[in-house]
């Protein structure tokens, strides 16, 4: 069985790329935080390579900005490549089939504007 289960923040602005295809294919990276602290006493985060496809990478660029938190579930994909000096390199990714949105600069900002206008009143 290869599933993945993530939850964590994504560091950049979402970019769709098209390709020749027609197909539109987004790479994100989500920076998830370990449950539990090193021997520092601090908490480790891993920083996770995901590829979104077609309707999903076009929710999560609609939707979703730098910071906000996502749920993704999907599979783990390795490809190997070489690289620009003709080594051999693994790559190992998380090909995302489906997409949660937990929290989102416009809900954040929608609730804040809210907030502020019950105040007034």
Known sequence: MNNVMLVGRLTNDIEIRTLESGKNVS?????VTRPF????????TD?????????????????????????VRGRLQTELY???????RKSTQVIVEKLTFLTSSTSQKEEKDNQNKKKKN
Request: glycine share 8%; net charge negative; hydrophobic share 30%.
């Open 47 to 71: 920083f996770i390579e995901c590829v979104l496809w077609d309707e999903l990478a076009e929710n999560i660029r609609e939707y979703c900005k730098k910071g906000d938190t996502v749920g």
């Open 27 to 31: 790479s994100i990276q989500l920076a």
């Open 82 to 88: 070489e690289d620009k000096e003709g080594k051999k």
């Open 37 to 44: 602290k090193n021997i520092d006493g601090t908490y480790d």
